[in-house]
């Protein structure tokens, strides 16, 4: 079949170098794509959002599968788009109707999901500008630390963990009278903070059926030891050695069949991706955050460790098989550490020429994911914060981490940053 892939990040090339292994897949087509998704398929240069141009390419290159990488479709009703046009409604879309997209849309949404099926969670309250006074004496009255969510999506930059109520009362009016975040920020979550450490567990559904299908451990703090400012993540490793079957069988009895089974009682339109962000409190799981897709950097992580067809399980996904279908995982360890331009997460330059060896990945044990990069004649330039990932195989986490840390070293462009410590809690 011939697939349209949405996307121009590290998650979209992975997703590509797994998806051109498939027999089912003839022809890929990837937009906008970056340097790296072009040695997989064609690049075509339309937004993620075009969804007028997006189903004009789907009818002129005869497109069978229509994959959605990034959230903000999602969210604005590419599925429903798709189901509503006569023309288009045979594609086979990878990704929720808008409406079940609001698991990632509104952090409101999600929390009032998870309430209403008796899902694990922090407490919370949400408040907008009309209760605004409200939530400043909720504030006042609330233990710290607080956390403190943009509503909408802000890129993964709209969550603070506020350690004092003065910041808390300063982030709570800059979201909302200051619209830090635009449209994103008109409403405002305020939740318990909960200690623990944090995993993302990622599942393909079609509303009644799942697989699991990874799980990992992202590194968002820019510096090393987890320190400095969130990014859009630096690294990931997996598996995440405290996830064995005892603490997988609570994630799944607590949290993934209660909101699969929430879905279909609640007539949720639902194929694609549930990314589960979760945070491990003393053997308990809980849920931070519900995603529609998968994450990036997880993605550089989760689908090399997946040995099984993952075209297959999409096609499994839509005709009703998903159940039967056979999840099978390499056995070794993976760490992806991210390389960032430098200034991310803030300003950064782009533009900046990328030297990467010829022969570099000889050893197949690792590889290298184009997240901001994009071909200009024969050179490949930064264009984005996070630039590349390698990933890399090993029989320990710390194993694959060295791997992937002596590939980075062979690789340079100007203000190149990368943390030397993903994976540092599990050495062996």
Known sequence: MNILLLGSGG???????????????????????????AAFGNNLPISVTDFQAIGDACIQ????????GPEEPLVKGIYDFFQNNPDLKRVIVVGPSAQAAQLEGSKAFSKQFMQRHGIPTAAYASFTAENLEEGRAYINRHSLPVVLKADGLAAGKGVVIANSTEEALAVFTEMIVDKQFGAASEKVVIEEFLSGIEVSVFVLTNGTDYQIIGHAKDYKRIGEGDTGPNTGGMGCVSPVPFMDETFMKKVEDRIIRPTVEGLGRENLTYYGFIFFGLIN??????????????????????????RTDLVALFAAMDNGTLRDANISFDERAAATIMAVSGGYPGNYAKDKPINIPANLLQNQDSMLFHAGTRREGEEVLTNGGRV?????????????????????????????????????????
């Open 281 to 306: 409190v003393n053997g308990v799981p809980y849920v931070i955050e519900y995603n529609c897709r998968m994450g990036d950097p997880e993605t550089e992580v989760v689908i090399p460790r997946l």
């Open 61 to 68: 290159y005869k497109i069978n599968m229509l994959v959605v």
């Open 388 to 428: 590349l990932a390698v990933t890399s195989y090993g029989e320990t986490i710390g194993e694959a981490a060295a791997k992937s840390r002596a590939i980075l070293e062979k690789i340079s462009f100007e203000g190149m940053y990368y943390r030397k410590d993903i994976g540092f809690e599990f050495p062996c």
């Open 11 to 37: 998650r979209e090339h992975a997703l590509a170098w797994k998806m051109v292994q498939s027999h089912h897949c003839d022809q890929l087509y990837v937009a906008p794509g970056n340097a790296g998704t």
